[in-house]
């Protein structure tokens, strides 16, 4: 064939139309024209004729309004296989069209009205249950048939595909070329022709002026947008009184893991220290469902994933009281249960965390404890006929509310480690304190001044918890060590 057939470039606008030799034949034909489109390329291809023919010989594009951009889309199979049959999603995807579907806007009143629709008509569920952003598509072909017979369908090939949807987002399938080789297709054919093509962006750079235009018209959209959303959201938000703080926690029971029987539940409920308020209708405790546990490595873990939701209110003292007292922090108490088929329960486990300070969300993992009976009765009680020694009084697990003395002794109790607890904790603060500046907060007592020094407080037990991790480190290690190495080394003491 001649050489100079061989090499084509072209420089394709964004929906711009090259007809291949196959559509110059067809459209020719009044007979095949049927649809406005098709008399619209009529009239387009007897004016190149006129004007000398086609420039583009292999090289031709199919814009968004061609039956090839519409079936192309719902034709593409998943895999490469000839007998390919598709699948029940895919023949209903299919018939969901993704492409031009504009957004209708959706007023306010009627999104908080309606937040389920309990009949969902059919063009309800094609419009909602797919991505609808508005797309456009256009290909780039090639026809790569042999020399002299240009125009079979069998031979076009896409080259490229370019998409642009209604966030003005551009996606090229496949990517520039740049330093990059040249792409290669391999024609099936008696002389299996291979074909290398490259893909350049050939877009003018824009201006300074036109980029500054356009940043100046995001801003304005933007600022229209976060304006409508203010509009939606209000400013009506109610606030604490002064010298009041408000907590709200959404708290979440994630799992329990380590325990010696299946079948676990939670029992909790939150104490309130002095200062400290909530709502008649707030619903301080609560159990959660039985959930069966499931082996996780070594240990059997129960997944509850049970939500709660508290609200309290803090209030401060007079200002002559606060130098002499540190504010106490809302403790949540829980007892691990354990339920099997007989209907017996045991104690599992008891513990309790401080809620915490600062806000934000905290992942906490507490360990627990139960009582353990004097003598192998007590087991053999448990095991047979279930009950086990529990506590009649829940904040026994810290200091009891009814303990008032100044030392508590706990010495003869015997207990057992168990297992542990994970929770989930969503904190939320709010506080007038919080809208005043610095110089005031510095000058009067607010509620911040007693908080910061419960945070004093609360570093004082992180410090007391990390020892005692430490202490349990160092009494794990020296068991490990042989018992000859350690009483050598205690003679030598």
């Not at 054919?189 to 002026?209: C, D, F, H, L, M």
């Not at 997944?303 to 949540?332: A, H, I, K, N, R």
Request: proline share 5%.
């Amino acid at each position: 064939r001649p050489p100079e057939d061989e090499e084509e470039e072209v420089e394709v606008g964004w929906q711009e139309k090259l007809f291949s030799q196959f559509e110059v034949d067809l459209y020719l034909n009044e007979s095949a024209c049927q649809t406005p489109l098709d008399w619209q390329y009529h009239e387009e291809i007897r004016k190149l004729e006129k004007a000398g023919g086609r420039k583009n010989s292999r090289i031709f594009t199919y814009t968004d309004h061609d039956r090839f951009t519409n079936l192309e889309e719902l034709c593409q199979k998943v895999t490469d296989l000839d007998h390919e049959e598709p699948s029940y999603l895919v023949e209903r995807m299919a018939n969901v069209r993704r492409r031009r579907q504009d957004r209708r806007p959706v007023e306010a009143s009627s999104l908080k009205s309606k937040i389920i629709t309990w009949e969902p008509s059919e063009e309800f569920i094609k419009n909602n249950h797919v991505i609808n952003t508005p797309v456009q598509t256009m290909y780039i072909m090639g026809d790569l048939g042999p020399y002299g017979k240009l125009g079979q369908r069998e031979y076009e090939n896409v080259l490229c595909t370019i998409k642009v949807d209604g966030n003005g987002v551009i996606t090229v399938k496949p990517d520039f070329t740049g330093t990059k080789g040249a792409y290669r297709i391999e024609v099936d054919g008696e002389k299996r022709e291979v074909w290398e093509y490259t893909i350049e962006n050939a877009s003018a750079q824009v201006q300074p002026e036109e980029e500054e235009r356009e940043q100046r018209v995001f801003r304005e959209l933007y600022g229209r947008h976060r304006d409508y959303l203010n509009g939606l959201v209000g400013s009506d938000f109610e606030m604490p009184l002064p010298g009041t703080l408000r907590l709200f926690v959404n708290g979440e029971i994630v799992s329990a893991q380590g325990y010696e029987y299946d079948n676990l539940y939670v029992h909790f409920f939150l104490e309130l220290p002095d200062q400290w308020s909530s709502s008649p209708f707030q619903q301080l405790s609560g159990v959660t469902q039985t959930c069966a546990t499931k082996a996780v490595g070594w240990d059997n873990v129960a997944y509850f994933c049970y939500p709660f939701t508290v609200e309290m209110f803090y209030t401060q003292e007079d200002e002559g009281v606060f130098p002499y007292s540190l504010p106490q922090w809302p403790v949540l108490y829980f007892e691990v249960l354990s339920l099997d088929f007989w209907q017996r329960y045991r104690v599992e486990g008891y513990g309790s965390l401080v809620l915490p300070t600062s806000p934000g969300v905290h992942m906490l993992t507490i360990p627990t404890w139960r009582p353990v009976g004097l003598g192998p009765v007590a087991e053999m009680r448990r095991f047979f006929i279930g009950g086990s020694p529990e506590l009649e009084d829940l904040t026994y697990v810290r200091i009891p509310s009814t303990f008032k003395g100044k030392r508590l002794s706990r010495f003869g109790f015997r207990t057992e480690t168990t297992g542990s607890v994970t929770f989930r904790l969503c904190c939320l603060q709010q506080s007038r304190a919080f809208l005043e500046n610095s110089a005031l907060r510095q000058r009067m007592q607010s509620v911040l001044d007693r908080l910061g020094g419960f945070s004093q407080q609360s570093s004082v037990y992180n410090v007391l918890e990390a020892f005692q991790r430490a202490r349990r480190r160092m009494q794990e290690a020296r068991e490990s060590l042989p018992q000859d190495l350690i009483s050598t080394s205690a003679s030598a003491l």
